[in-house]
């Protein structure tokens, strides 16, 4: 079974500045994706970014980046240029590939305060 | 953008009763949908993958006879929480794919925060 770990449950940066999240995973899979999800107070989850296990290339959206170390299994997520709006439960998240149809194993979140 | 809606919002029920949620996919086909509970500051945890025109699928720990799960068309599932007792007041998610994945993202309802009196 694979596990999702993120071992920092808050943190908070000033607006402006850089934060980064850790992530964690295990998995003896070589095929899978690698998500993060935003849970603002509304509850609503929103995607941020994701990440293809093969491709080495860090992925990229906007102010969002991730660092993916596949032998590490680490997956941490930079934001830069922190926003107020930027509060929220931030999530990780693992799918396998192939056709386990989209079935996504959340780690435990990192509440984040961007501080005006 | 592909939208998924969750009804309702809110649900105060009496122990004892049953509380249906549904969970529309509005304008895509969802072969595989995903229902998920989270509690609060927690993560969310699955309970069960529903298929259309199959049963569903539940995740070890979690009754299938008290989380009745149906998912009768491409755009529709709903979870039914029979008997409910205070310790299922939580917050329930559905997620909604087609099923391809990576390049399909999953699409979440908005919740449903369920009190058991």
């Known amino acids: 079974a694979q596990t999702v770990t993120q071992s920092q449950p808050e943190m908070s940066v000033q607006e402006a500045e850089t934060v980064t999240l850790s992530c964690t995973y295990d998995t003896s899979e070589n095929n899978y994706y690698l998500f993060w999800y935003k849970q603002p107070p509304s509850r609503q989850m929103i995607l941020v970014i994701r990440?293809?296990?093969?491709?080495?290339q860090n992925a990229t959206e906007n102010r969002f980046s991730v660092n993916f170390q596949k032998a590490a299994k680490s997956f941490s997520l930079k934001i830069s240029d922190s926003q107020l709006g930027d509060t929220a439960m931030y999530f990780c998240?693992?799918?396998?590939?192939?056709?386990?149809?989209?079935?996504?194993?959340f780690g435990e979140g990192t509440q984040l305060t961007v501080n005006p | 953008g592909a939208v998924v809606s969750q009804h309702p919002s809110r649900v105060i029920c009496k122990s004892g009763t049953s509380v249906k949620i549904e969970c529309r996919s509005l304008?895509?086909?969802?072969?595989?949908m995903f229902w998920y509970r989270q509690f609060p500051k927690q993560s969310l945890m699955l309970m069960a993958t529903s298929n259309e025109g199959s049963k569903a699928t539940y995740e070890q720990g979690v009754e299938k006879d008290k989380f009745l799960i149906n998912h009768a068309s491409l755009t529709l599932s709903t979870l039914t929480v029979t008997s409910a007792h205070p310790e299922d007041s939580s917050f329930y998610i559905c997620s909604a794919g087609t099923g391809g994945a990576f390049y399909s993202p999953l699409h979440f309802g908005n919740g449903t925060r369920l009190t058991v009196t």
């Open positions: 998240a693992f799918m396998m590939g192939g056709t386990s149809g989209s079935r996504l194993t």
């Open positions: 990440q293809e296990a093969y491709k080495q």
């Open positions: 304008d895509f086909q969802a072969t595989t």
